[in-house]
T-cell receptor, first 114, second 111 residues
């Protein structure tokens, strides 16, 4: 099992550009989560999906952020237009049903907006 | 609201025991977790404890849970330099959808 796969690992973009982050969850995991990590705010849950359906997007900062999960093996997090304050590490995590498994995290995408 | 608090830093000498503490506010928490994050990596689940347990031991790791005080601790015996990382406490309150994470404790192990 390759684990949760995120791409790219690093992204540097100019302010105003569109950024798309990608995630492939572990096969058979029907929950998928997007988190953002910064020094100031720690780990923040942005949105999560169950069986490809968005369940809670209350953590999405503003309309510039959007997330999709078109099928069980792929999700995207898009920022348009990007701003310097979006610079952070974005993690995707997946989980099977049942809480005692916890989440499996990807290695993250480090986004820098200049 | 739900909140998980941890101290930000802990420094120990190699071979000593490390104890990382965490407090949480939601008394309905069902599972509590410890995650480890090494530099440049994602969070890795270390261990978890169900709320009806007081203690769980797994090799060098011991988790203690005091439900009355809403206090969780992680003890690492014989701490090694490879244990240097950030350790996150997290609680789950019955809904699959959201683990509440603390801000993490950075453990530094000096040779």
């Amino acid at each position: 099992d390759a684990g949760v796969i995120q791409s790219p690992r690093h992204e540097v973009t100019e302010m105003g550009q569109e950024v798309t982050l990608r995630c492939k969850p572990i096969s058979g995991h029907d929950y998928l989560f997007w988190y953002r990590q910064t020094m100031m705010r720690g780990l923040e849950l942005l949105i999560y999906f169950n069986n490809n359906v968005p369940i809670d997007d209350s953590g999405m900062p503003e309309d510039r952020f959007s997330a999709k999960m078109p099928n069980a093996s792929f999700s995207t997090l898009k920022i348009q237009p990007s701003e310097p304050r979006d610079s952070a590490v974005y993690f995707c995590a997946s989980s099977p049903p049942g809480q005692n498994y916890g989440y499996t995290f990807g290695s993250g995408t480090r986004l820098t907006v200049v | 609201g739900e909140d998980v608090e941890q101290s930000l830093f802990l420094s120990v000498r190699e071979g000593d025991s490390s104890v990382i503490n965490c407090t949480y506010t939601d008394s309905s928490s069902t599972y509590l977790y410890w995650y480890k994050q090494e530099p440049g990596a994602g969070l890795q689940l270390l261990t978890y404890i169900f709320s009806n347990m007081d203690m769980k031991q797994d090799q060098r790791l011991t988790v203690l849970l005091n439900k009355k005080d809403k206090h969780l601790s992680l003890r690492i015996a014989d701490t090694q330099t490879g244990d240097s990382a950030i350790y996150f406490c997290a609680e789950s309150t019955g809904s699959q959808g959201n683990l509440i994470f603390g801000k993490g404790t950075k453990l530094s192990v000096k040779p």
